[in-house]
């Protein structure tokens, strides 16, 4: 069986407990403003360009069966509704300026790059994530991969926005040793706002995945002006005191690495920035947050 993927990365400790490989999934059906991996919206694989890269060598010109990149007064103009995403012109390019997001990868080959970290999952508590983009939308590949990962004594996590039907997030719960579930917005209308969804179906899910007795761990997004406020700390202890197997708390607070991604998929128009938290604004969440449960709550 094959998925649509944009990255393996190994070393991870941020995913999960241990060392971890995380699967990156391509394809994600919310838009949240704050989003830093836009390369992950799209199920399809993306051409990415980077124009400040570009040094005008036209190398990509001849190359492209689709005639997609050109040069003009000097200049290289690339023409994305002409592009079939073939790869060749990536090859082409010395400066780095051309990218594939996202690539059609077996469970075979994924499982033979995540077995290659065994050692280092034994010897630290770790094992693999699934991540993305959101995994639910290729539940399929994301059950074959974990199941594959547990019947190998391999640890498994899945990082979800849990946005998804409760049938396909219970079978996938059921090959899952650990959810990571973003719960991103307490209140109903600013979830919609943000994030182009409501978060009926999410915090169903989130329910509904605990009552079968998966552990799990509550990650946060916080983005100044946006969700920092008392509504929403006050929701998260609610949300917290309802879930039996729930582990701890973690806040992400808002950053802007992937502002620049944006504008090498042409899609600087959706670019969003919010204020960028200082530490002393961070540990004010965290303790705002603590007033409303007793369990740990600490940065992701
Ligand atoms: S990926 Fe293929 S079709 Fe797209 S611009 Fe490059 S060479 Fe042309
Ligand atoms: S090959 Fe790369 S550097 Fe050369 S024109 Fe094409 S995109 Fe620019």
Redesign the pocket.
Known sequence: MDGTIFNVQHFCVNDGPGIRTTVFFKGCPLRCAWCHNPESHKIQRE?MYDAERCVGCAR?VS????G??RIENGTHI?DRS?????????YACLSDA?E?AGERRSVDEIMSEVRKDAIFYRNSGGGMTLSGGEPLMQSEFAIALLSLARAEGIHTAVETCAYASEETILSVAKHTDLFLFDWKCTNEALHLKYTGVDNKEIRRNILAVDAMGVKSILRCPIIPGVNDTEEHFKGIGALAARLKNLLRIEIEPYHSLGVHKYGRLDRADDTREFGIPDAEQTEGWIARIRAYTDLEVRLA
């Open positions: 051409l990509c190359l492209c069966p689709k997609a990149h690339f002409l592009c079939g995403v073939c790869g060749e012109c990536v051309l594939i």
